[in-house]
């Protein structure tokens, strides 16, 4: 207030000279007398610009003196006050000071442990990692490499509070006992009364075990709910549940083993309880016998326990049939019908899509089978030389791009041998579908269309020439029945994947098989197709003979970084490795035609491959499984596989 007081009177008093000498020159005669009082006055005007400037030099010197006092205060704050622990280190990496807050924390760090300490923290901010434990604080820090300092905040209470609002959280889960219907068939009443009532003491005891809720839906299927923090001791444990009833079963002479669907978050109960159920249908088509525990938000990933075993036989005529209803109810609710394999198609993928093309012929509709034949193994490039002899099944063929532009709205399309969008013959022909149906025998993965019309993946079939066989079985009839070629390409597809029906065979395979047989199915034919020529026999040999042990009974074979390779030539050297006595996991590492480094795992069923494959991004069968590596060498690719071998047989099954 005094300060502007004296502003306003220096101002006033300035005006009123400038006044003072402007009536002076334009009132007063022009003489010595008026020059004199003017020569006054600009003295006085002077005198008082030069005080007004001295004030105001004082004034700043002031302000500069009252900021250097508070900088002084804040200073004293942020070194002895503020609730931020702050070091600095020199050249060496020791501690040359540090704040009281921290003192009392790192005090007693010797000089080699200074060290570590300061190494560590620039190791964790080099990869994003921003929290660091110090006794049983743990710390927040922001570094500063250039100045040398590290900024430490305490974040215990907040974790704390974060892990106990998490531990919280609800969680949903469903259990389903598989193969309970096929373990019961030919059981009296008092044998199925033993039998669930051993289910129900051993899921019990495991789950009382927990503190859980949990109740009995039906024969096969439990309930339960459960705190976030349960389902982490669940995890702890690899839910051991699975390998206690396995093991239990076994002693009571029955095949059960249980799958559970667990989901948690922070969403409503609804989408909890229904990502639980997704997670369920996810561990029964990947064949039983593990757990999908998955968090309810959207872009969450799953993560697979178990899966040791291989998937049992679970489909049934029943659900053939449905299958086969649905499927036809889906043709008369759409156009055109285009059928597509995987990249580089296999024999598998070929004869399934013409299978499926026989489906439709036999609705009166409109097909075609997508096939770039720029991209062929050397199987199939035979294969379609025997096509295009035939014209009316030469006329199905397609290529991806005249596909595009003949697609129109309603136009259906049918993955047939792989239900993943990456692995499309064209991912960008598969963009432009909305109505999509499904038909493979592989483990389900993460990677799924979002909205299939119709899904039809069976796991425990030898391949997908055997489901979509099964499916024109129960559609023939006298006046539509599958071509002598097409029951060949079929018969082609079903060997390829059971390596002349040694593995992954069942029953229904073999009756899918005799009746290829009474449909005209070329077995010469089929052999011709699938031979292997004197390169390709070569080719394996010098690949099996550079194989190398990384386990007790797990051999890797891998091709040369210049050298390029068919699909076909890795998984015949991997069947090959196989055959070898004392070996239960092959693994084949090749660079593919197009640049692209490519896995084909083989396994006696001692070791789940599909899993490993799954770590690297591919998937398959837990004897059969395959992964494809883009942008790398082989040399990475191995060491990444070697890490991932490691970490599967200690245990990890994190997806």
Not at 440 to 459: Q, V
Request: overall charge negative; glycine content about 6%; proline content about 2%.
């Amino acid at each position: 207030m005094e300060k502007n007081t004296k502003l306003r009177w220096s101002l006033f008093f300035f005006f009123l000279l400038l006044l003072l000498q402007l009536m002076a020159i334009f009132f007063l005669p022009l003489n010595y007398i008026t020059a004199i009082i003017v020569i006054f006055i600009d003295v006085l005007l002077l005198i008082q610009i030069i005080m007004q400037q001295r004030s105001l030099q004082i004034s700043n010197h002031q302000k500069i003196i009252q900021a250097s006092i508070v900088a002084e205060k804040a200073l004293d704050f942020v070194s002895e006050d503020m609730p931020v622990g702050v070091i600095s280190w020199g050249v060496d990496r020791q501690f040359i000071w540090m704040n009281p807050y921290i003192t009392a924390e790192v005090n007693d760090l010797t000089v080699a442990d200074q060290q570590d300490m300061i190494n560590e923290l620039i190791q964790r901010d080099e990869k994003g990692k921003n929290v660091y434990k110090i006794k049983d604080t743990l710390y927040h820090f922001q570094l500063n490499k250039e100045k040398a300092l590290v900024y430490l905040i305490d974040i215990t209470k907040e974790v704390e509070l974060e892990t106990k609002e998490q531990n919280l959280q609800t969680v949903v889960g469903i259990l389903s006992v598989d193969n309970y219907d096929d373990v019961t068939d030919r059981k009296d009443d008092k044998e199925i009364s033993y039998l669930n009532s051993f289910i129900t003491t051993v899921i019990s005891d495991w789950m009382d075990s927990y503190q859980i809720f949990y109740k009995r839906v039906n024969a096969e299927r439990f309930f339960f709910f459960a705190r976030h923090e349960d389902l982490t001791k669940m995890t702890d444990n690899n839910f051991d549940l699975l390998e206690k009833i396995r093991v239990a079963a076994e002693k009571e002479g029955v095949l059960i083993t249980v799958s559970m669907g667990i989901s948690y978050g922070n969403q409503s109960l609804e989408i909890i309880g229904d990502t639980a159920q997704n997670n369920l249908d996810i561990a029964l088509v990947r064949g039983g016998d593990q757990v999908v525990v998955k968090d309810a938000e959207e872009n969450a990933k799953p993560i697979f326990y178990g899966g040791n075993s291989t998937s049992a036989a679970k489909r049934t005529r029943v659900r053939s049939r449905a299958m086969s209803t649905a499927l036809k109810n889906v043709f008369n609710e759409t156009g055109t019908v285009y059928v597509m394999g995987h990249r580089f198609p296999d024999m598998d993928a070929i004869g399934a899509s013409f299978g499926v093309s026989c489906l439709a012929r036999f609705h009166n509709k409109n097909v075609h089978v997508v096939i770039d034949e720029q991209e062929i193994i050397p199987d199939v490039d035979r294969c379609l030389e025997e096509i295009h002899k035939d014209g009316e099944m030469e006329g199905l063929l397609i290529s991806p791009a005249e596909a595009m532009k003949q697609r129109k709205a309603g136009d259906l399309l049918v993955m047939v041998d792989y239900h993943r969008p990456s692995l499309s013959i064209s991912q960008e022909l598969y963009e432009q579908f909305e109505n999509v149906v499904i038909i493979d025998h592989h483990r389900r993965g993460e990677e799924f269309p979002s909205k299939p019309l119709l899904t039809y993946i069976e796991s425990s079939a030898s391949s997908a020439s055997e489901l979509v066989a099964e499916l024109v079985q129960f559609e023939s009839k006298e006046n539509r029945k599958m071509t002598k070629m097409e029951a060949t390409l079929l018969l082609a597809g079903i060997t390829v994947d059971t390596k002349n029906f040694s593995i992954r065979t069942t029953a229904r395979t073999f009756d899918v098989a005799s009746y290829l047989k009474t449909c005209g199915a070329d077995a010469s034919l089929v052999q011709y197709i699938l031979s292997t020529d004197i390169k390709s026999y070569l080719e394996i040999s010098q690949l099996v003979g550079e194989s190398e042990y990384v386990g007790e009974d797990i051999v890797i074979a891998a091709g040369s970084e210049t050298k390029e390779y068919d699909s076909v030539t890795a998984a015949k050297t991997a069947d090959t490795l196989l055959s070898m006595v004392d070996i239960n996991a092959a693994f084949v590492i090749i660079k593919r035609n197009d640049g692209v480094v490519a896995i084909s795992a083989r396994s006696t069923g001692t070791i789940n491959v599909q899993m490993i494959m799954e770590a690297l991004g591919g998937g398959g069968h837990f004897t059969n499984a395959a992964a494809q590596i883009k942008a790398t060498t082989i040399a990475e690719v191995k060491q990444q596989l070697l890490a991932t071998i490691k970490e599967q047989l200690s245990g990890g099954e994190k997806e």
